[in-house]
């Protein structure tokens, strides 16, 4: 099947370049003369926090991941948040800054910023590329969001479905017919 069988275009490269550098430019500006601890969250992020981590210019920042699983091969939700991975530098006393794909029902973040603080992280703040806020199950919101969208599946630039797409240089929405 062609790509453009599958997905329409949600976000192109140039989009997605002017969306991380205003989101870089904003996190400079709140993080200046301070520590950072970026988490990034596998695999999702990977592409996203690539990114971004290049526009950043706080001295020292450092960069570490986690992973969670809650979607199962499919897309949909278990809530059932496990960690597979988690941070091996220490957050204790330290400013992080977590970095997600999709804040979607909010189940992944919820939790994890709950085991970033149970660890003593100083603050934890939630950086997110898309958002789909109609999805929330949890009370959590962003502090730095890309971009908010309906209640649409998509897929590249990191983001997959049964992992696929990841590879695309930019955002598709899925098909529904597609996962449905
Ligand atoms: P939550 O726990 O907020 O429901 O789920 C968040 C995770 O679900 C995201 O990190 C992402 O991995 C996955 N997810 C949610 N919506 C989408 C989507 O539209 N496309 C893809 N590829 N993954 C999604
Ligand atoms: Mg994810």
Redesign the pocket.
């Given at each position: 099947m062609l790509h453009k069988d599958v997905f329409e275009e949600l976000m192109n490269e140039e989009e997605l370049d002017k969306t991380v550098s205003d989101i870089a430019a904003r996190i400079n500006a709140d993080y200046d003369g301070k520590e950072l601890v970026i988490v990034g969250?596998l695999k999702?992020?990977a592409i996203f926090v690539a990114d971004l981590l290049r526009k950043i210019t706080i001295e020292g920042v450092q960069l570490d991941f986690m992973q969670a699983s809650?979607?199962g091969s499919g897309?949909v939700?278990s809530g059932n948040?496990r960690i597979v991975k988690d941070v091996s530098c220490n957050v204790k006393e330290r400013n992080v800054l977590i970095v997600?794909?999709?804040?979607?029902?909010?189940?992944?973040?919820s939790h994890i910023k709950e085991h970033l603080l149970s660890k003593g992280a100083a603050s934890v703040r939630i950086c997110t590329l898309?958002d789909?806020p109609g999805?929330r199950?949890k009370p959590i919101t962003a502090d730095y969001t890309g971009k908010v969208i309906d209640d649409?599946?998509?897929?590249g630039y990191g983001?997959?479905?049964s992992e696929r797409y990841r590879n695309l240089p930019y955002v598709g929405v899925?098909k529904a017919e597609i996962y449905s």
């Open positions: 969250i999702g992020s809650s979607y897309s939700s948040v997600e794909d999709i804040l979607d029902t909010g189940n992944t973040l898309f789909k999805r199950k649409l599946f998509v897929v983001l997959d479905y899925l």
